[in-house]
């Protein structure tokens, strides 16, 4: 194989954010709609899923009132910028990582369920950005994780086919998006395990 391109997930891939969508969605839950989703269902079912699907799900469930679903996601965001902004560092194993990239001419970008604006601001601040040559965010597809668009959209994108792809991801959502399309697959447990020694041993 000859790799061209290596997308990567975002939340628990680039950046350990997923706890912080979990906190910024349950606080406005419980502000708005008097729920949470505890630690064991979000593990289970929600981790990966864009908000607005989550919240379909919880209107499902009857336990989120379908005429508060806009009012939540849009607290949701308020929460989750704040909070990104406040606690969002500079990454250097990160920049390492893409600066390793770079030098073996390896196109990177982020395909990712998030927002845009909560994407760019993690990237931005994290020192990921510059080094990536796009995102696809779920502002971008139609159907998102666990459906492989964002990911064809994005070899579509770079112009490179699936043999020449790698995709980093973390969750079950985003294995499963990854999966069946041809490409490498590198499954992390959080992004402290993406290091340039697991591209070196990987990457090839």
Known sequence: MNTKLVLFDLDGVLVNACDWHYEALNLALKEIAGT???????EETFNGLPTLTKLDQ???????NASDKNKISERKQELTRDVLVERCKLDPEKMRVMSWLKDRNVTTMCV??????????MLVKSGIREFLSGV????????PKPNSEGYVTAMARAGVIPRDTVIV????????????????VIEVGNADDVTVELMRD???
């Open 169 to 184: 991801e973390d969750s079950p959502k985003g294995i499963q998006a990854a999966s069946g399309l041809g490409t490498t």
């Open 112 to 121: 990712t369920n998030s927002i845009r604006d909560s994407a760019e601001i």
């Open 36 to 42: 949470e989703i505890n630690r064991k269902e979000h």
């Open 58 to 64: 919880l209107i499902k469930l009857g336990r989120v």
């Open 202 to 204: 990987r990457i090839k």
């Open 136 to 143: 696809v965010s779920n502002e971008d597809i139609a159907n």
